[in-house]
């Protein structure tokens, strides 16, 4: 998790403190808050998931943005459209019923564990 860009702000007087979820499969991770981040936190955090060699099955990331307890916006991603972009921060459109209200920075890169490598190459 790189940046992100939001229009939508949901403090009246200070600069939000955006946090993030990642939701996969059985698997979550939270972010810590970016503090004062405002409507352009930084994180630029590595997290790791061990996702296997059938991108096809592997299904779909959902990454939500919070400020404390309220929901800033979100998005899914499938982690096959994740591969096709690896090793390049791309930016995604995240939304809020159903409105845009922001974007993210996110940077995926993978690799194969030896055990994976043998079953593609057979």
Partial sequence: MREAIFTRDLTNFLKM????????????VVG????DGGKTPKWNKVHEFEVGSDLQSAGTMTFTFLEEEDLI?????????????????????????GED??????MIDYEMKDDAKEEVEA
């Fill in 17 to 28: 403190n955006p946090h993030y979820v990642i939701n996969w499969k059985d698997e979550k």
């Fill in 32 to 35: 810590e808050p970016a503090f």
């Fill in 73 to 97: 916006c979100s998005i899914e991603i499938s982690v096959r459209k994740f591969a096709e972009k690896r090793g390049v921060p791309h930016w995604y459109e995240c939304r809020y019923e």
């Fill in 101 to 106: 209200s922001g974007q993210c920075s996110i």
